[in-house]
């Protein structure tokens, strides 16, 4: 059972990144899934989070307009977009996933598993 998160790397500042994250061993379809970061020095945080179904979203309020997740329950794999990105972005992002029904307030989210480095350069 596991999230493998990728698509991370170099961007500057304006740019834009597509993150996937795969699961392996599991369905992602009875779960709602969440994206966090994690910068140097600092706390892990919540990004976004998408419902089962995947028509509601939440993301937390420094990336609205800029980032959008996804997902495709067929493939078993979650996205998210990052457009606009800022140095203030710069951080391990990481997915995760919730059976909680108080997720949408990134609760019950099991966060683990490598993620994946995205570096904004001003």
């Known amino acids: 059972v596991q999230l493998q998160a990728s698509g991370g790397g170099l961007v500057q500042a304006g740019g834009s990144l597509g993150l996937s994250c795969a699961a392996s061993?599991?369905?992602?379809?009875?779960?709602?899934m969440g994206w966090f970061r994690q910068a140097p020095g600092q706390e892990r945080e919540f990004v976004a989070a998408?419902?089962?179904?995947?028509?509601?979203?939440y993301n937390t309020n420094s990336v609205k307009g800029r980032f959008t997740i996804s997902r495709d329950n067929a493939k078993n794999t979650v996205y998210l977009q990052m457009n606009g990105l800022k140095p203030e972005d710069t951080a391990v992002y990481y997915c995760a996933a919730s059976q909680n029904v108080q997720w949408h307030l990134a609760v019950g989210f099991n966060v683990r598993g490598q993620g994946t480095l995205v570096t904004v350069s001003s």
């Open positions: 998408i419902s089962r179904s995947g028509g509601t979203q």
């Open positions: 061993g599991f369905s992602l379809r009875p779960y709602h």
